[in-house]
């Protein structure tokens, strides 16, 4: 039998924020991908006098795009003597997630993302705008969508290699879109938002199409592109008081998150295009001017999940999900102690 062919998929160390690096390894047939190296000072991620990076896989699935037997091996980066990398923010936010296991977190990531034809949205004309926002948003027609088949192809592709892709929809601004995956534990949301950001680049080639996850593509009156994170404890998809004390938790943590939400988180959050202003936080239900929305559907079944709007298309879905977790499951744990302690009976 043939050997297959392992996409080895990495995170580097590009500041401020980090690209995906890939490279290809043929592997015998009935052999699982191997640990790996590449040259870190290429990525940003070593000097050249001791440049060794270690690739360990965390994450294979089927490969979409090459078919067969072939794999997409998604790995994180380590030190040779197996430590996690400085730019392996994957650890963290296992530690996260393993500390609060219990408490049985889920998250959903709405991924926006905006292609580009050279230096201009795909679809835009050459000199000049096209018409201003209103109609685009899931909109229909060919005069106000710009790349379907891609994102076709995308969607197929994340099916494929068994993602949890859970929907797409064509964006406010022309040539803007939006996929979501989730809703899973972390670290395997952040996992699969990233071998789907690898899947958009990489399918997008194919038209010569380019994808960025620019928080603020286009200066003006635009709609800027952000991962929308939705989020929810296995109490709070069973009552309502736990989604109101994890909007307050985030409140009183608005500071430590806002910074690490993505570079250029000021550009998006202007408090105008359905945004809350990055320097204040706020709450409500509905209310997409809010940093952090409680849908209505929550609201009337008193249960369910809260939606933290702040972060960035580009930010890093491993420190996103490993802030939410500390912050929302500390807070919660901490509000579920004192109550219990209260149900013992005074003897
Ligand atoms: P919006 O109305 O904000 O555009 P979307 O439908 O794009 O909403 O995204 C909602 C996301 O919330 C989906 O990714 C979905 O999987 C996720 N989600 C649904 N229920 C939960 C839950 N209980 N916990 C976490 N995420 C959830
Ligand atoms: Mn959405
Ligand atoms: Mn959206
Ligand atoms: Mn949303």
Same mark, same amino acid.
């Given at each position: 039998?043939?050997?297959?062919?392992?996409?080895?998929?990495?995170?580097?160390?590009?500041?401020?924020?980090?690209?995906?690096?890939?490279?290809?390894?043929?592997?015998?047939?009935?052999?699982?991908?191997?640990?790996?190296?590449?040259?870190?000072?290429?990525?940003?991620?070593?000097?050249?006098?001791?440049?060794?990076?270690?690739?360990?896989?965390?994450?294979?699935?089927?490969?979409?795009?090459?078919?067969?037997?072939?794999?997409?091996?998604?790995?994180?980066?380590?030190?040779?003597?197996?430590?996690?990398?400085?730019?392996?923010?994957?650890?963290?936010?296992?530690?996260?997630?393993?500390?609060?296991?219990?408490?049985?977190?889920?998250?959903?990531?709405?991924?926006?993302?905006?292609?580009?034809?050279?230096?201009?949205?795909?679809?835009?004309?050459?000199?000049?705008?096209?018409?201003?926002?209103?109609?685009?948003?899931?909109?229909?027609?060919?005069?106000?969508?710009?790349?379907?088949?891609?994102?076709?192809?995308?969607?197929?592709?994340?099916?494929?290699?068994?993602?949890?892709?859970?929907?797409?929809?064509?964006?406010?601004?022309?040539?803007?879109?939006?996929?979501?995956?989730?809703?899973?534990?972390?670290?395997?949301?952040?996992?699969?938002? =990233?071998?789907?950001?690898?899947?958009?680049?990489?399918?997008? @080639? %194919?038209?010569?199409?380019? +994808?960025?996850? !620019? *928080?603020?593509?286009?200066?003006?009156?635009?709609?800027?592109?952000?991962?929308?994170?939705?989020?929810?404890?296995?109490?709070?998809?069973?009552?309502?008081?736990?989604?109101?004390?994890?909007?307050?938790?985030?409140?009183?943590?608005?500071?430590?998150?806002?910074?690490?939400?993505?570079?250029?988180?000021?550009?998006?959050?202007?408090?105008?295009?359905?945004?809350?202003?990055?320097?204040?936080?706020?709450?409500?239900?509905?209310?997409?001017?809010?940093?952090?929305?409680?849908? =209505?559907?929550?609201?009337?079944?008193?249960?369910?999940?809260? @939606? %933290?709007?702040?972060?960035? +298309?580009?930010? !890093? *879905?491993?420190?996103?999900?490993?802030?939410?977790?500390?912050?929302?499951?500390?807070?919660?744990?901490?509000?579920?102690?004192?109550?219990?302690?209260?149900?013992?009976?005074?003897?």
């Amino acid at each position: 039998m043939s050997p297959y062919k392992a996409e080895y998929i990495w995170i580097d160390g590009t500041e401020p924020t980090n690209k995906l690096r890939s490279k290809t390894k043929v592997i015998p047939n009935g052999e699982e991908p191997p640990v790996w190296g590449f040259d870190g000072s290429s990525t940003n991620q070593a000097p050249g006098s001791n440049s060794d990076c270690v690739l360990s896989p965390v994450y294979v699935c089927p490969d979409p795009i090459r078919g067969g037997d072939n794999k997409l091996v998604l790995c994180e980066v380590l030190l040779p003597d197996m430590t996690p990398h400085a730019s392996n923010t994957r650890a963290a936010c296992v530690a996260a997630a393993e500390k609060y296991a219990d408490q049985e977190a889920i998250f959903g990531i709405e991924q926006e993302y905006t292609f580009f034809d050279g230096t201009k949205p795909l679809g835009w004309p050459d000199n000049g705008f096209p018409a201003p926002q209103g109609g685009y948003y899931c909109g229909v027609g060919s005069d106000e969508i710009f790349g379907r088949e891609i994102v076709e192809a995308h969607s197929d592709a994340c099916i494929e290699a068994g993602l949890a892709i859970s929907g797409t929809n064509a964006e406010v601004m022309p040539g803007q879109w939006e996929f979501q995956i989730g809703p899973v534990p972390p670290p395997q949301v952040a996992d699969e938002i =990233w071998i789907a950001r690898w899947l958009l680049y990489r399918l997008a @080639e %194919d038209w010569d199409v380019s +994808a960025t996850l !620019d *928080p603020k593509p286009v200066k003006g009156d635009w709609n800027g592109a952000g991962a929308h994170t939705n989020f929810s404890t296995r109490a709070m998809r069973e009552s309502y008081e736990p989604c109101v004390q994890a909007a307050e938790a985030l409140g009183a943590a608005h500071e430590l998150h806002i910074h690490q939400y993505g570079d250029g988180i000021d550009r998006r959050l202007t408090g105008q295009h359905e945004t809350a202003h990055w320097s204040q936080f706020s709450y409500g239900v509905s209310d997409r001017g809010a940093s952090v929305r409680i849908p =209505w559907q929550v609201a009337r079944d008193q249960k369910g999940y809260i @939606e %933290d709007r702040r972060p960035n +298309a580009n930010m !890093d *879905p491993y420190t996103v999900t490993r802030l939410i977790v500390e912050t929302c499951c500390g807070a919660l744990a901490q509000s579920a102690a004192p109550a219990a302690a209260q149900a013992v009976p005074a003897s």
